[in-house]
């Protein structure tokens, strides 16, 4: 079974990456009601050491979206609940059960979990192998390109491979890199030409251009994209018209949709401040999509509005003067 399969016009199969704090379910019902992504992954759920796994795995809702997959991620430390948190996911109905060994987070990593187990390739295997003989649906990984350095790259990937997942996804940074600088998608190419099983290119792509140019360069399987999607949440919808060669222009309709549910998920028992706050951080990304709304981006985030209605009535007429058809 071809878990990455391209469409009938060849674009790659397209994911929407996990990410902690934006990435959360407000802004993947959000991207959802958008759509053109194949597959969402659902940000990671923490497996601390002393889990109660039935209680945590409740925090997974395969129908999160409707009709598109959501995969589950998890991290932790401990081979035995890391298994049986899987388990208990896949009872859930979860499509696919995705390893995190990249957060580069202090707290996460302090506690041996995240891109703390690429410090051992012998240990991330053990993790992985009692994922992957815990559960029948698809076990991954996604994985920076190491912790310190890149100096047990290939054996990570290796270890990886051998434990039994079905694809690896690669965001080829270090725990140390964070999230600058560039990613390194030489080390996509690398990759790709060590290992055996599918791999799937993330890391800076925020346009359509970037896209087909690490699909060129790295001869990756799929892409997985984040932090382009929060800022133009169209993109794949982008990238998809380049295979199809169908014309597809971003409209206002769809991007207030967007808006709509995006407001409609935040939990209404949430102070108001918290839910502007939660506003303000979705669109410091979106006003960096063209220049004229990155004019306009500081107003934004400056903003002493306090209620959610009222900011969005201040940012709207903003965004629709900025807004631009060219999103690329």
Known sequence: MNLLPKDAYGCPFLQLAP?????????????ASI???????????????NAHVKSLAKEYEADELASLPLAAQLMGSDPDLMAAMAQEIQQRGAPRIDINCGCPSHTVTGRGAGSSLLKDPNFLHVI???????????????????????????ENLLAAQESGVRYITLHPRTKVDGYTPPARWDLIAEAKSILRIPLVGNGDILNVDDALKMLRDTKCDALMIGRGSVINPFIFHQIRSHFSQTPYQPKWEDLMQYFDV??????????????VGKLKQLLQFLFK????????RMTVLTSTHTQPEEFLNFVKPLLQEGWSYSLT
């Open 19 to 31: 990410m902690e704090g934006v990435g959360d379910r407000c802004f993947r019902k959000a991207m």
């Open 289 to 296: 999509s063209n220049a004229k709304l990155l004019e306009k």
């Open 35 to 49: 759509g053109g992504f194949n597959e969402a992954v659902r940000d990671f759920l923490r497996v601390p050491r």
């Open 262 to 275: 995006y407001r409609a998920s935040i939990p209404s028992g949430m102070p108001l401040r918290v839910q």
């Open 128 to 154: 992985a192998k009692a994922v992957v003989q815990a559960v029948t649906i698809p076990v991954t990984l996604k994985m920076r390109s190491g912790y310190q350095d890149t100096s047990l790259f290939k």
